[in-house]
């Protein structure tokens, strides 16, 4: 069994910054990529960041560096540095890890996993 938590979400005015973190947990073997997406109310949800096992990453057109992903793979969690926030920015943030799990000695299990979302509300 595996858990995302996340936390770091919250009010902010526009301008400011959040750090989002999101720390996995349970029979874990390897973490793949880990990412963060956001849904605001009645749009879809959309690719935020990205970054790969080997440190590459991947950012949402929208973004133009003004967040940036890390990952700390000995603590199972990744972050998201958020600057500059926009009153748009305001969502609902998912995080993703796409997680090996070994169920037994000839057995691995390779699974998208999301924490519950955090909410992050940008005042103008």
């Known amino acids: 069994q595996v858990h995302l938590v996340e936390s770091g979400g919250g009010l902010v005015q526009a301008g400011g910054s959040l750090r989002l973190s999101c720390a996995a947990s349970g029979s874990i073997f390897s973490i793949n990529h880990m990412g963060w997406y956001r849904q605001a109310p009645g749009r879809q949800r959309e690719l935020v960041a990205q970054?790969?096992?080997?440190?590459?990453?991947n950012y949402g057109d929208f973004v133009k560096g003004r967040f940036t992903i890390s990952r700390d793979n000995a603590k199972n969690t990744v972050y998201l540095q958020m600057d500059s926030l926009k009153p748009e920015d305001t969502a609902v943030y998912y995080c993703?890890?796409?997680?090996?799990?070994?169920?037994?000695?000839?057995?691995?299990?390779?699974?998208?996993?999301w924490g519950q979302g955090t909410q992050v509300t940008v005042s103008s």
């Open positions: 993703n890890q796409e997680i090996t799990t070994r169920e037994d000695s000839v057995t691995y299990l390779n699974y998208d996993y």
């Open positions: 970054i790969s096992s080997s440190n590459n990453t």
